[in-house]
């Protein structure tokens, strides 16, 4: 009884059975930890095999694709290494990922051997977990821990190997696009075209005219620390320096915006009417047409508000501005008050000389639009009417009835425009007779500048033939019908490019029909004031090369015509079979 006894085999049964357990437990851990070595090997082979095949980039993607199998925000931020076809978001991501793979985009694994990596890499995993498969729920847990901490390894090389990529310029662009911290502002002002510039406020616009602002003002959301400021002319030719300057400012955070005086519901247009404005084809050129192109598509509701008013103008050309604006104009330089827009444009989009680019026009406007625009606010004939001549002789075959004496057709009408102080015919009265003689009826003019527009377009409208010197006096083509005939006499030295890049082209846009008659050089003034041999007669392409100054000096200004009524003649009967055709 005083004896120690030796352990009874039931009390020593437990702790053999807990030694063993603890053994084989850190035996299948380490048969884990080899299983998974062994499988990393196995799939580092299958890389390194693959990158002979595919090219080092590819090679990436299949280590990426034989990973991906496992979910999470981890996996779905590292897996995609290939970009697809549809993922790829413009023309720029994709040439940088063909510049990448060396110019082959084709030599990415299909879908199929994709999937056939995957199935490989996800066998090997599973024979090894076989392999390791723990008998207790302790040797479980420390597989699991295992093979998360190695996975988690893994995941940290692969994401390493990714950045570095990104670093290096290589990796695909497209899976992920990182904006910045503060995205740039987008420029209100565009300064791009040669012709001008234009700026477009969309949100709350402010205008204060008389310090021939307008500003823009950020949402709070929006507003930075740094502000934007152009100053720009506001009409259709850039560099005439005849325009005054408009200044265009985006407000910053720390910038204070007036308070309104005024809130308006619809946009506003500031556009200056000064420059080269009086004398008719600059009027239409610089701020009708590009008024036209800018505010056409808007039905009248934009409010003008007019830099540098010209008060004749306004009263000129009232029938185009009401229609084209709805609402009264603003004298924009003596404006004291702040008005508050939807929408603000500052400047006149202009796309050539007396001229509108289709493709560039809203709704695809052209000349013609244009002109039967000005016909159709001038209360003229539709387009459908006839030329007078004609619309007059068929009305007259249809009553007369048959009565010879009432079959006398009406004379084509022709308006003869005399220039008052350049380029005019110096022998007016004798060309009226010559053109008589053909067989027209002469409407001599003489145009002065307090013609009402309106009642002037009635009397172009009358007529079949609009002749005249090239030069201003030839804008009242707007005012003729389809198929109506103008007759350009083009001056002497070499001013045929001028006068079909200003009136012969634009006449032709407009389906009117173009008759260009250049004089000789003894029908100038200028043989009779230089002689002959003089290089201003002889040779003009040597004064074109001087400059133009010295082009508009001897052609433009010091130059009237005499024009020689039979050389001229034969003109006048290509005229007439135009008419009949």
Known sequence: MGTDSPPSSSSTAPVAVGAKNAVRAVAQHHRAVVGFLLGFFLVLLLYTTLSSQFGSQTAIGV?????????????????????????TPSNLAQGDYMEEDGGHKNDKPSKME?????????????????????DVKNGQNAEQTGQQGASDA?????????????????????????EPA????????????????????SGDARTMGANRTVLYVPPVGELGADSQEWSIRDQSRKYLEYINKVTVKSLNASQAAPECTSRHAVPALVFAMNGLTSNPWHDFSDVLIPLFITTRALEGEVQFLVSDLQPWFVDKYRLILRNLSRYDIVDFNRDGGVRCYPH???GLRGHRDLGIDPARA????????????????NGLPPAGVSIPYKEANSNAATAASGAPEQQQQRKPRLMLINRGRTRKFVN???????????????????????VSVEEFSRVVDSCDVLMGAHGARLTNFFFLRTNAVMLQVVPWGHMEH???????????????????????????????????????????????RHGWQFGMRYYWIEQDIRLNVTRFAPTLQQVLRMLSE
């Open 63 to 87: 280590l990426q694709s034989s990973s991906a199998v496992r979910s999470g925000p981890a996996a779905r931020a590292a897996a995609p290494s290939l970009p697809s076809s549809s993922s």
């Open 114 to 134: 994709e999937e056939h990596i995957q199935d490989d890499a996800h066998r090997i995993g599973k024979n090894n977990q076989s392999e390791a498969k723990l």
């Open 154 to 178: 893994s995941d940290r090389m692969e994401e390493e190997l990714i950045r570095q990529e990104i670093d290096q310029g290589g990796g695909n662009k497209n899976d992920t696009i990182i």
């Open 182 to 201: 503060t995205a740039p502002r987008k420029p209100i002002c565009d300064l791009s075209d040669p012709r001008y510039d234009i700026c477009e406020i």
């Open 344 to 346: 603000v444009t500052v």
């Open 362 to 377: 809203p709704r695809n406007y052209t000349m013609l639009d244009f002109r039967l625009y000005i016909r159709e606010i």
């Open 428 to 450: 007016f009265p004798e060309i009226v007779a010559a053109v008589q003689k053909a067989g027209f009826e002469v409407i001599p003019i003489e145009p002065r500048r307090d």
């Open 498 to 544: 001028p006068s079909m890049v200003f009136y012969g082209g634009p006449a032709k846009e407009m389906r009117l029909k173009d008759v260009e008659y250049s004089i000789a050089d003894v029908e100038s003034t200028l043989y009779d004031k230089y002689g002959k041999d003089n290089p201003v007669v002889s040779d003009p392409e040597s004064i074109h």
